[in-house]
């Protein structure tokens, strides 16, 4: 392992526990930078080419894993045996591409004109969606059932490329990155934290990828980093969150983390958006009848202002978990079920934009990267029905009460507080 580079310590040898919050040698993860991207129109059809490339080749394949599979059920009704039935089709990556070179001079002739990592896109996908819902059948997968792979549509599907191989670097100005045939690609944001790692070789590019979000186009690069191991500011603090829809989170210290509800207050806006789509001339398929340009238009303010509500809420939720994770030494949160949770149609909205589970992820591995701990208190450890002081647990509460000592019934605000602070118990139990 290269030995990692002390950047806050000066590039000097960092002591074993030096100011910075150090504690050593680092560890090699995979993390992902992501940065926007401005595109000329050139630029622009060129990476729609190769995300057309990837559709192209996932839905060939996948016609293909549809036919023989169709075929080999159909002969099995004709009681042929099973070394005489129709050769099966490897669902591998490796077995997907060899079939794909076969084949993609007829298929598509133009396949010079794209990198060969537009069409392993596709297959990549394809592979990894069917082992997928052969492990889900099997039940080797745990969680929802997985569908089968389904065809790609071309006004859908949202494009997007990615590239493991060939020139993958960050410009030097740090405003520029170069992709394989896609070449030199202006950067809307400097990219200086990941080029600072570069250069002190500390990180390593193993690909990136090319997707439209929102009506604007992002690379994602996914990179090897050589983290420091790192201490939080008090290793032994313990903070119980409790996750809620009033408050984002409520802190066993006594903070109240207010929910911005981002859906809620661009609710207006969004309606109104909506509405004038409606009037605009979509497209139809039955008839083949193609958008009018006002209801591409529409469509695109539409988009971006759902991307705008979604970039809101991620940027609260990492600025919560990461003041968190580098503050305590230990976080203690409830294993909700958020998916039973949704099934409620009144709170469903509210408890999505709130991102329970995004909360749960991120404290997840923020945790180890800091130095911290994350505990899970059991699903069914009942925090807000257990009395704070003694210990009782009532059979029965409302949602909106928690119980305080001598049975005494609270209102919803000091809830997550008493909920908070049974869950620092259960860790101190542990």
């Given at each position: 392992m290269r030995p990692p580079v002390w950047a806050a310590c000066r590039g000097g040898p960092c002591p074993p526990r030096c100011r910075s919050g150090h504690r050593g040698p680092g560890v090699k993860t995979i993390q992902a930078?992501?940065?926007?991207?401005?595109?000329?129109?050139?630029?622009?059809?060129?990476v729609l080419a190769h995300a057309g490339a990837a559709r192209v080749a996932?839905?060939?394949?996948?016609?293909?894993?549809?036919?023989?599979?169709?075929?080999?059920?159909?002969e099995r009704t004709y009681g042929m045996p099973d070394d005489?039935?129709?050769p099966s089709l490897s669902w591998s990556l490796a077995g997907l591409r060899k079939a794909w070179n076969v084949a993609k001079r007829e298929v598509a002739p133009w396949w010079a004109e794209v990198s060969k990592e537009a069409f392993n896109t596709g297959l990549d996908a394809l592979a990894?969606?069917?082992?997928?819902?052969?492990?889900?059948?099997?039940?080797?997968?745990?969680g929802r059932p997985v569908g089968f792979p389904r065809f790609k549509s071309r006004r859908r599907t949202?494009?997007?490329?990615?590239?493991?191989?060939?020139?993958?670097r960050v410009e030097p100005g740090r405003m520029h990155v170069v992709l394989p045939r896609l070449g030199r690609l202006k950067l809307h944001e400097s990219a200086r934290k990941l080029a600072r790692r570069l250069n002190n070789g500390t990180a390593r590019i193993m690909s990136a990828t090319v997707r439209r979000d929102g009506g604007r186009w992002h690379v994602a690069f996914t990179v090897e980093v050589e983290r420091t191991e790192r201490q939080p500011a008090q290793p032994d603090s313990v903070?119980?969150?409790?996750?809620?829809?009033?408050?984002?989170?409520?802190?066993?210290?006594?903070?109240l983390v207010d929910n911005p509800r981002h859906l809620v207050a661009a609710q207006t806006r969004l309606r109104a958006l909506g509405r004038a789509l409606s009037r605009k001339t979509g497209p139809d398929r039955r008839t083949g009848q193609r958008p009018s340009k006002r209801w591409e238009r529409a469509v695109a303010r539409l988009g971006r202002s759902h991307a705008r509500v979604a970039n809101l809420r991620r940027d609260g939720v990492h600025k919560l978990t990461t003041r968190l994770t580098?503050?305590?030494?230990?976080?203690?949160?409830?294993?909700?079920?958020?998916?039973?949770?949704?099934?409620?149609?009144?709170?469903?909205?509210?408890?999505?934009?709130?991102?329970?589970?995004?909360?749960?992820?991120?404290?997840?591995?923020?945790?180890?990267?800091?130095?911290?701990?994350?505990?899970?208190?059991?699903?069914?450890h009942p925090s807000s029905k257990t009395c704070s002081a003694c210990g009782a647990v009532k059979t029965k509460v409302m949602a909106t009460r928690a119980l305080l000592p001598g049975g005494v019934m609270v209102s919803a605000g000091q809830r997550s507080m008493i909920a908070d602070a049974n869950i620092d118990k259960f860790q101190a139990r542990l």
């Open positions: 930078y992501r940065f926007a991207v401005d595109l000329t129109a050139s630029q622009e059809r060129d996932h839905n060939w394949a996948l016609g293909r894993v549809k036919a023989v599979m169709d075929q080999r059920a159909v005489l039935l129709t990894r969606g069917l082992k997928n819902w052969a492990d889900s059948r099997s039940g080797k997968r745990a949202t494009p997007s490329v990615r590239f493991t191989t060939g020139a993958i903070v119980g969150v409790d996750i809620g829809i009033k408050h984002l989170a409520v802190l066993s210290t006594g903070e580098r503050e305590h030494g230990t976080v203690v949160v409830e294993d909700l079920n958020v998916t039973g949770m949704l099934a409620n149609r009144r709170l469903a909205k509210h408890i999505a934009d709130a991102g329970f589970a995004e909360i749960r992820r991120q404290l997840a591995y923020k945790t180890s990267w800091n130095g911290g701990r994350l505990l899970v208190a059991d699903r069914w």
